[in-house]
Structure formats: structure tokens, C-alpha cells
T-cell receptor, first 115, second 109 residues
Framework: NAGVTQTPKFQVLKTGQSMTLQCAQD?????MSWYRQDPGMGLRLIHY???????DQGEVPNGYNVSRSTTEDFPLRLLSAAPSQTSVYFC??????????????FGPGTRLTVT | LAKTTQPISMDSYEGQEVNITCSHN???????ITWYQQFPSQGPRFIIQ???TKVTNEVASLFIPADRKSSTLSLPRVSLSDTAVYYC??????????FGTGTRLQVFP
């Protein structure tokens, strides 16, 4: 199993540009999440999905869109990038709800810089 | 949203026991408390999870008091490779996952 994969590893955008961060998992996990981590800070939940076709907002959803058309993939879209979205983005997956006795598996992260 | 607080940093020496406490108010009644370890330029990695009292696995123990307003991660006999940032993760009453602020553990020889 490859686990959780994320592409790209690094990305530089100009303010106003849009892009999609890709996340895929091959563990048949139902639950997937996107987090951002700013320098010296903890992770903050952006959006999550409890299964294909179902998504919900986390703590900091503004400026981001998600969709879950398949169990394997959970892309994160930045509609109009802003410097405040400069961060490291982590995707995670778990078999069940991570708050109900299950661990999350994290991808390697995407480092995004918006100029 | 739940608010979680951890010490910013801790220092230890190899072979010592390290205890890291996370304070969390307004956590969801039925949700578990989870701890993760993160090395530089990597995603967090699961360490241990519990609901109340004490949980132990091969790498750590987790102590949760009856009121569940805090939790303590215990790392027995740390080594240099345990140098990392440690995060608690809780669910709040709005069913949102909230990571703690993180504790940077430095282990010295």
C-alpha cells in the first residue's frame, strides 16, 4: 500500500490564481480530512469527508472547496489564492471517524507559497 | 470550539520518563483523545488514543482523569529519536477535530 499520497510536494502561486491539491489513499478508508499547518503552529482542520459524496466544513474552511466523488480521492481546491493561504497542507485518512477510536494516517504534505 | 493548551517545549535526557499534558475544555462527551508525533517536514504519526483512565501501548501511556479536561502523554525512557513535536487531538462539542498547540520535545544525550 502506498498509504496517503499528496501532489504536488511544493507549489508557488500568485495571488488570485487557482489550483487543486491532490490527495489519494489506497486503504479503502471512509474518512478523509484536509489540514493546514502554519509555521510554529498546530494543524487546523479545513474540510473533511465521512464518505464518497459527503463533505463538511472544519475550523477554517473559507477560501477552500472540496468534493469526494470516489472513496480514494479527496482534492482540495483554492479558488483564488491569497498570501494568507501560504501554509503546509496535510491530507489524512482513517477507516472510521477518528474521534471514535481510530487513528488517522497523514500524507507527506504540500508546501504552498502564495506571493 | 474547544480550546487546547500544551507546554510550548520540554527538554529531557535519554533514559528519562517524559510527561506531556494537554488541557482541553469543551471536548465532546463521547469522543476519544488522541496524541500524535510529528518530525520536521513530515505528517503527524499516531501514538496513542484513549477515552478515560489509562491506556498503554508499546510506545506510550495515556492518562485521562475522570473529568476529561486534560490528558497526559507519558513516554518511558526517551531516546534521541523521540525528539519531535507532540500534539493532542480532541473533538469539540460541534464535532470538529481540534489539534493542540504542540509541545516540542528535545532529548539530549
Amino acid at each position: 500500500n502506498a498509504g496517503v499520497t499528496q501532489t504536488p510536494k511544493f507549489q508557488v502561486l500568485k495571488t488570485g490564481q487557482s489550483m487543486t491539491l491532490q490527495c489519494a489513499q489506497d486503504m479503502n478508508h471512509e474518512y478523509m480530512s484536509w489540514y493546514r499547518q502554519d509555521p510554529g503552529m498546530g494543524l487546523r482542520l479545513i474540510h473533511y469527508s465521512v464518505g464518497a459524496g459527503i463533505t463538511d466544513q472544519g475550523e477554517v474552511p473559507n477560501g477552500y472547496n472540496v468534493s469526494r466523488s470516489t472513496t480514494e480521492d479527496f482534492p482540495l481546491r483554492l479558488l483564488s489564492a491569497a498570501p494568507s493561504q501560504t501554509s503546509v497542507y496535510f491530507c489524512a485518512s482513517s477507516l472510521r471517524d477518528p474521534m471514535e477510536s481510530d487513528e488517522q494516517y497523514f500524507g507527506p504534505g504540500t508546501r504552498l507559497t502564495v506571493t | 470550539l474547544a480550546k487546547t493548551t500544551q507546554p510550548i517545549s520540554m527538554d529531557s535526557y535519554e533514559g528519562q520518563e517524559v510527561n506531556i499534558t494537554c488541557s482541553h475544555n469543551n471536548i465532546a462527551t463521547n469522543d476519544y483523545i488522541t496524541w500524535y508525533q510529528q518530525f520536521p517536514s513530515q505528517g503527524p504519526r499516531f501514538i496513542i488514543q484513549g477515552y478515560k483512565t489509562k491506556v498503554t501501548n508499546e510506545v506510550a501511556s495515556l492518562f485521562i482523569p475522570a473529568d476529561r479536561k486534560s490528558s497526559t502523554l507519558s513516554l518511558p525512557r526517551v531516546s534521541l529519536s523521540d525528539t519531535a513535536v507532540y500534539y493532542c487531538l480532541v473533538g469539540d462539542e460541534a464535532d470538529k477535530l481540534i489539534f493542540g498547540t504542540g509541545t516540542r520535545l528535545q532529548v539530549f544525550p
